[in-house]
């Protein structure tokens, strides 16, 4: 276990109603202990002698309850801020390590503050992720659930939310568990062989072992890979791009699709000068919807730079999962025409419109 005591503002910078100062370590208590009073005086100055003393000893902090006071800072004794202190003892807390969290008001300069007087009480700065790092190394976790700990905080769609709360709970790493369990036994079995080859052929069945391998492990990782386009579009989201010619109604159908007049249509080809992007859900899969500028040989100077920064767009963008390809409505009058291509053509067929135009 790290005997370092880490402190770090856990919540958004910036003006709210409550940001929180997590400390995680050996010390985290007797550091809050340091710096927290329950009463103030009038003069708004505790004096030396007063801070930490009114709540007594810190192993009177009881796990799992909020005290209710005042952090001062420890060497003047002005009083910082009314804050909420919660205490949760090792084993029992996110890092397995004794945590305590000071609720303030969410303010730059206030929890800054507050956190300068925690530093200066013993802590150092935690590094970017280190409290979940520490309850990955504490065993709280597996390396999974930490993974979800970030999917969970930049989860776009209520779908993504759901599959990164299933990770959280253990789900992926029960299974993938199971599965070396299953290897572990049959890895013992061999193993038996090797040391009573006598007995072999009672201790290794070889079609009911292929039967077990079969069905214990190589089923679930294959069902596991198949899940994985689906699940890697919950949670990063899928890229559509709308390509064509000026005038095909390219933005008609981007502002359809968004259900808003964000891009502007009108008869004049080359109106799009620049791309534009907009994010949607689609069944609980974030979307990111692009329209680009006309692509077409042009003489008009502003409408060059938008075709080719339309070009330079696409190229970078050819993975994207599908681009939407507009044609000319004189085959179908009354509607848009497109194609739709897939990440696995659109690399031969979209680099070769590209070149064309």
Not at 122 to 134: I, N, S, V
Not at 211 to 223: F, G, M, P, R
Request: net charge negative; charged share 25%; proline share 3%.
């Amino acid at each position: 276990m790290n005997n370092s005591t880490i402190a770090a503002i856990a919540t958004p910078i910036g003006s709210g109603g409550i940001g929180i100062i997590r400390i995680s370590g050996q010390k985290a208590v007797s550091i809050a202990a340091s710096l927290f009073q329950r009463s103030h005086l009038a003069s708004n100055v505790l004096s030396e002698n007063s801070i930490g003393k009114h709540l007594g000893l810190t192993d009177r902090f009881k796990s799992h309850h909020f005290y209710h006071g005042f952090i001062v800072h420890p060497e003047t004794g002005l009083v910082l801020d009314e804050v909420l202190l919660t205490v949760m003892k090792a084993p029992h807390s996110y890092t397995r390590e004794d945590i305590v969290e000071i609720n303030t008001h969410s303010g730059r300069v206030v929890m800054g503050a507050v956190l300068a007087s925690v530093l200066r009480q013993g802590a150092r700065l935690a590094d970017p992720g280190e409290f979940t790092k520490r309850a990955f190394i504490n065993g709280r976790i597996d390396l999974i659930q930490a993974e979800a700990v970030v999917d969970i905080i930049n989860a776009k769609t209520d779908e993504a939310l759901k599959m990164a709360t299933r990770l959280i709970m253990g789900g992926l790493g029960k299974q993938v568990e199971s599965i070396r369990e299953s290897l572990v036994h049959v890895l013992a079995s061999f193993e038996a062989a090797i040391d009573f080859p006598e007995e072999a052929e009672e201790i290794i069945e070889a079609e009911s072992t292929r039967e077990h391998i079969q069905s214990q492990a190589i089923n679930v990782l294959k069902k596991l890979i198949e899940q994985y386009d689906d699940s890697h579009a919950v949670r990063d989201g899928l890229k559509l791009v709308i390509v064509g010619r000026p005038n095909v109604g390219k933005s008609s159908l981007m502002n359809c699709l968004i259900q808003k007049d964000r891009a502007i249509v009108t008869s004049v080809p080359g109106t799009t000068r620049d791309y534009i992007e907009e994010h949607l859900s689609i069944e609980g899969i974030p979307v990111i919807i692009t329209d680009t500028a006309g692509i077409q040989e042009t003489k008009d100077p502003v409408e060059v730079i938008g075709v080719q920064k339309a070009r330079e767009y696409m190229e970078p963008h050819l993975n994207a999962k599908s681009f939407l390809h507009t044609r000319s409505g004189e085959e179908n009058i009354g509607g848009i025409n497109f194609d739709i291509y897939s990440e696995s053509d659109s690399h031969r067929t979209m680099q070769s419109q590209v070149k064309r135009a």
